[in-house]
C-alpha cells in the first residue's frame, strides 16, 4: 500500500494582534519529500509515529508537506493559502495513493478561515475522492467542528497534556488507515460538544478530573468495535464557534455506536463541568510563597505569558515582582533581540546596561537591566526524550545569559521558544536543579521537563495574551449560551 503523510500545523491566539507569516513556518518547520523523515523521522511527534507505522503496519509512506509554527497570532491570509496550495500540490505529485496521512493542530485560524483545518482538510477529500481514507491525528487542544468529523474519515487526538503521546496517537492514525485502505475496517466518527470553556489548569491529564475522564475515554478505546475514543480540552484563545472540548469516537462501520459513545463521553464531561476549573495564586502571593518555600527549585508558572499558547513570551510581570521582593537565584527568561543584541555588543564576560521584555507585553514595564554578559549562544539544542510538542531539535535564536545582582540570571531569546525542554537551560550552562526560583512561561506543557526537578510548583494568575481564566475574554464568535462565560442555569436549560 502507498500511504500519503503530511501536515499543517498551527495553534492560533486570535486575541494576538500580529500574524502568523510564511517566514514563521520556515522557521519552525517547513518540509517536503524526504526533509520530512530527516526531522521528524526520529521526533517523539505524531509524525514520527506514522513513519514508524509504515513499517509496522506495512505500507509505503510517501511524504509530501510538512509545516509547523510557534503559536501565535491568526495565520495570514498570504501564508495560509500558499501552504495549504503547496499540500495539495504534494499529494497530487504523490500520484496513486490508498490513503491519506495528516498531521492538523485542529486549533488553526487564518485571516478569511474561523474553521482553517476543516477547509484542510475538505480541499484533501475533494482531491482523494470519497472512498480513499482520510485519516488526522489532532492535538489534544483542537476546537474540533462538525466539518472536521464531516471531511475526514478518522481523528486521533493526543490524549495527554504535556503532550508525550504523539507518538503513539501517530501510531495508531497510521495503524487505522492502513486497515482502512485494505479494507479490514470501515471507520466511521460521531462527534459530541458540550457547552463549557475548561480552564487550562484543569486540562492537565493528571489532574482530577480530567485525569479519571481520559481513562475511561482509554477503556472504550479498547472495546471491540471502537477504533479511536477520544476526549480533547480545546484551545480557549481562539474566538471561533466550535471553541470548547470536543468528544470525537470512531467506531468500525456502526456510525449509531460511534454516536452514542460520543455522547456517553460528552455526558460525562458535562457532569464534571463545576471541577473543570482552578484559582491560581496572584503574583505577589505566589512570590512570596515561592520565596518561603525550602524545597528547591520553585517552579513559577507565568499563565498570562504561556508561550504554548501563542503568548509574547516578553512578560515583566513576576521578575519584577520578584526583584521587588528581593529574590536571589531566581532564573527568568524573556524574548527580546534587541536585548540580545546589545549582549553581544558588550561581549561575553562584560558589562551591559539594557532594558529587556516589556516592549510586547505592556502589563509590566520593561526590566532595566545592568548586569554582566555570562554566556553567548545560538540557542539550538537536541531534545532526545518525549516532550510536550514532540520536537527533537530546538532553536531559540540567538541567545544570551545576564547575571543580575543576587545571582538572579535573565535568559534572553531571539525567538519566542516555549519551556518544554530543559535543554533550554541546560545548553546555557545552566543547572536548573541548583536555581531557587524558575519562571516558566507555560501553562502545563512545562511539566513533562520540569516537575521531575521541582521541589514545589505554584501557578500565576498573571495577565496577557494567555490568562488561564477564559472570563477574562470578550468573546465575540462563541457559541453562545457556554459555561463559564453565561449563567449557569442558562447554560444548563439548553444541553444536552
Not at 475522492?129 to 482520510?134: A, C, E, I, K, Q
Not at 512570590?287 to 508561550?307: F, H, K, M, Q, S
Not at 536543579?433 to 511539566?447: D, L, M, P, R, S
Amino acid at each position: 500500500m502507498r500511504i500519503a503523510i503530511g501536515g499543517l500545523m498551527h495553534e492560533s491566539n486570535t486575541f494576538a494582534g500580529a500574524r502568523t507569516d510564511y517566514a514563521a513556518f520556515e522557521a519552525g518547520g517547513l518540509e517536503e519529500g524526504s526533509g520530512i523523515q530527516t526531522r521528524w523521522g526520529e521526533a517523539h511527534h505524531e509524525v514520527g509515529g506514522f513513519l514508524e507505522g509504515a513499517g509496522r503496519f506495512g505500507f509505503e509512506p510517501i511524504p509530501t508537506l510538512m509545516a509547523w509554527a510557534t503559536p501565535a497570532g491568526p495565520v495570514s491570509a498570504d501564508a495560509y493559502a500558499e501552504l495549504t496550495d503547496r499540500l495539495l500540490k504534494s499529494l497530487r505529485a504523490a500520484g496513486p495513493v490508498d490513503a491519506v496521512l495528516l498531521a492538523l493542530h485542529g486549533a488553526m485560524v487564518a485571516d478569511g478561515q474561523t474553521d482553517a483545518d476543516g477547509t484542510i482538510l475538505t480541499r484533501v477529500r475533494a482531491l482523494i475522492g470519497p472512498d480513499r481514507p482520510l485519516v488526522a491525528t489532532l492535538d489534544y487542544h483542537a476546537n474540533v467542528s462538525p466539518l472536521m468529523v464531516e471531511a475526514s474519515d478518522a481523528l486521533v487526538a493526543y490524549q495527554t497534556y504535556p503532550h508525550v503521546d504523539q507518538k503513539a496517537r501517530g501510531l495508531l492514525a497510521s495503524k487505522i488507515a492502513a486497515m482502512a485502505a485494505a479494507g479490514k475496517v470501515r471507520p466511521v466518527q460521531a462527534l459530541s460538544k458540550p457547552p463549557l470553556l475548561i480552564h487550562l489548569l484543569a486540562q492537565d491529564s493528571g489532574r482530577e478530573p480530567m485525569r479519571g475522564l481520559l481513562a475511561e475515554a482509554e477503556g472504550l478505546e479498547r472495546a471491540s468495535m471502537i477504533l479511536s475514543a477520544n476526549v480533547l480540552a480545546g484551545f480557549p484563545y481562539a474566538d471561533v464557534a466550535a471553541n470548547g472540548p470536543s468528544c470525537v469516537v470512531v467506531a468500525d462501520g456502526d456510525l449509531d455506536l460511534a454516536r452514542r459513545t460520543a455522547d456517553q463521553l460528552g455526558q460525562r464531561l458535562w457532569s464534571l463541568r463545576h471541577a473543570l476549573t482552578a484559582a491560581p495564586a496572584t503574583p505577589e502571593d505566589a512570590v512570596t510563597r515561592a520565596l518561603a518555600t525550602e524545597t528547591t527549585p520553585v517552579i513559577l508558572v507565568d499563565l498570562g505569558d504561556n508561550i504554548g499558547g501563542g503568548s509574547a513570551a516578553d512578560s515583566t510581570v513576576l521578575i519584577h515582582e520578584l526583584l521587588r521582593q528581593k529574590a536571589t537565584g531566581a532564573v527568568v527568561v524573556l524574548s527580546d533581540a534587541e536585548a540580545v543584541a546589545a549582549c553581544n555588543s558588550a561581549g561575553p564576560g562584560n558589562e551591559v546596561r539594557v532594558n529587556a521584555g516589556g516592549k510586547v507585553d505592556r502589563h509590566a514595564p520593561p526590566l532595566s537591566i545592568l548586569g554582566k554578559v555570562i554566556v553567548l549562544h545560538d540557542g539550538r539544542y537536541v531534545e532526545e526524550q518525549p516532550r510536550h510538542g514532540g520536537l527533537r531539535h530546538n532553536d531559540q535564536g540567538a541567545t544570551a545569559v545576564v547575571e543580575l545582582p543576587g545571582g538572579n540570571l535573565i535568559v534572553l531569546t531571539t525567538l519566542r521558544h516555549p519551556p518544554f525542554s530543559l535543554g533550554q537551560l541546560t545548553s546555557l550552562g545552566i543547572k536548573p536543579e541548583q536555581a531557587k526560583v524558575i519562571v516558566v512561561k507555560a501553562a502545563v506543557a512545562y511539566k513533562a521537563a520540569y516537575e521531575p526537578i521541582a521541589g514545589a510548583i505554584i501557578e500565576v494568575d498573571t495577565p496577557g495574551l494567555t490568562a488561564a481564566n477564559p472570563s477574562r475574554f470578550t468573546y465575540q464568535h462563541l457559541r453562545r449560551p457556554i459555561l463559564p462565560i453565561d449563567p449557569a442555569p442558562l447554560v444548563e436549560a439548553h444541553w444536552p
